[in-house]
């Protein structure tokens, strides 16, 4: 059996590459072919030379220029993937048994050219992108139960924009493939069975994955001694990629909450640690410390991080499944969140942290404030969120999951 990723984007950090090394160690013939990668693997297929590097982000900048007639966009994602590739013809040079995709978008592949891979095609769903006309979080919108148009994030007051011809598109491109469709969260698939694309592909939801060798517990004072933070201070972590500057994962809202937080006389207690993102330009003032450390790309760091702080925040407006949480569980730090998207699928409230009401700065203070007060509850908290990952998310049980999909899959015993 030879698995063949196809992904715009593959780092260390990755839910793909993850599962990657997963097959890998369960001895899986398992292979890359990306657009944009910033680790160092003997089985990756990336752009070769600067000519491809260069042309890898030209896309990307060429596939966005049609959002240019939206004058009344909302700042959300949106991939129309109309620029052409040459991914088929990668994909045959390496013969598998079959086709992963993964995130697909940023001009990586048209969405015409998924009809014309000559093997049977398994597709992770991270966003609902696959099945919407083009945006990669809907929110409240339903329009992909029906033919999208009038589209928020366009900010769009017409029913045949680009995000209905984007979903007309996938529609006669995508009614011949036989697509084993497979959600990284139930809330995700459910999404999915609900779609106009995807209500009548077999859908299979598998959790994303997690080395729990990697995010692990340790000491809390060696961890915070290594990387130089107070040992008489409670820490409040928070961090995702751009997580300063993407709206959705919420530092807008988590400053709402900490405001809410300082009128409980804390301030001498606390310090905030910020990874993924850059301070904003007026600075911030609760009180209390806030410690910027820049993107973290090594795990070894980034799993001494998460074991120093006495609790995790990602209050995101949407999550399919947050890579950020699971990270924190595995350590052994409580996390505190909004209850959406597939969020409640890692966090078991006032079990192994807290969830509170969407989008409500006062019930995400009384979260972080629960946890931070509750001395006799850290240890069952800590110990909860370990046995929750092995559980349910170790790396090695996803990886065999998939195999037993890719058997099913290829009619193999």
């Given at each position: 059996m030879k698995v063949l990723h196809v992904t715009n984007s593959f780092h260390a950090q990755s839910a793909g590459y993850r599962l990657h090394r997963g097959l890998i160690e369960q001895g899986i013939d398992s292979r890359i072919i990306t657009g944009n990668v910033s680790i160092d693997d003997p089985f990756l297929n990336p752009p070769k030379g600067y000519f491809e590097q260069g042309l890898s982000a030209i896309k990307n900048i060429l596939d966005q220029y049609p959002l240019k007639i939206y004058k009344r966009r909302t700042g959300g994602f949106f991939s129309p993937s109309i620029i052409p590739d040459l991914i088929v013809k990668k994909i045959k040079a390496e013969n598998p048994s079959i086709v992963h995709l993964h995130w697909i978008?940023?001009?990586?592949?048209?969405?015409?050219?998924?009809?014309?891979?000559?093997?049977?095609?398994?597709?992770?769903?991270?966003?609902?992108?696959?099945?919407?006309?083009?945006?990669?979080?809907?929110?409240?919108?339903?329009?992909?139960?029906?033919?999208?148009?009038?589209?928020?994030?366009?900010?769009?007051?017409?029913?045949?924009?680009?995000?209905?011809?984007?979903?007309?598109?996938?529609?006669?491109?995508?009614?011949?493939?036989?697509?084993?469709?497979v959600p990284v969260s139930t809330w995700l698939a459910d999404c999915a069975k609900k779609s106009s694309i995807f209500h009548n592909s077999s859908i299979n939801p598998i959790h994303n994955g997690i080395n729990v060798n990697q995010f692990k517990p340790i000491d809390k004072n060696f961890a915070r001694i290594a990387l130089n933070l107070p040992l008489d201070k409670k820490i409040i972590l928070f961090g995702a990629i751009n997580s300063t500057s993407d709206p959705n994962k919420g530092f807008q809202q988590l400053i709402n909450a900490l405001n809410l937080l300082s009128n409980r006389h804390l301030e001498q207690d606390i310090e905030l640690v910020v990874f993924g993102g850059k301070p904003l330009k007026n600075k911030l003032d609760f009180g209390f410390d806030i410690i910027y450390t820049g993107t973290i790309y090594d795990e070894i760091t980034l799993s001494i991080l998460y074991a120093s702080a006495d609790v995790f925040i990602a209050p995101s407006l949407s999550e399919t499944l947050s890579n950020t949480v699971m990270e924190s569980l595995a350590c052994g730090t409580p996390a505190v969140a909004f209850r959406v998207g597939g969020i409640p699928e890692l966090i078991d409230h006032k079990q192994n942290g807290y969830l509170a009401a969407p989008y409500d700065p006062n019930d995400l203070a009384q979260g972080i404030y629960w946890i931070l007060s509750g001395e006799k509850n850290r240890y069952d908290l800590s110990r909860n969120a370990r046995e929750k990952i092995l559980k349910d998310f170790d790396i090695q049980h996803i990886s065999k999951k998939y195999i037993d999909l890719y058997k099913r899959t290829l009619n193999m015993p």
């Open positions: 978008c940023g001009g990586f592949i048209q969405i015409e050219s998924l009809k014309k891979i000559p093997y049977p095609i398994i597709w992770t769903l991270h966003d609902s992108w696959p099945f919407t006309g083009g945006c990669h979080i809907p929110y409240q919108c339903q329009g992909y139960y029906n033919q999208c148009g009038y589209c928020p994030v366009l900010g769009s007051n017409h029913k045949c924009d680009l995000s209905h011809l984007g979903w007309k598109r996938k529609m006669q491109s995508w009614k011949k493939i036989n697509f084993t469709i």
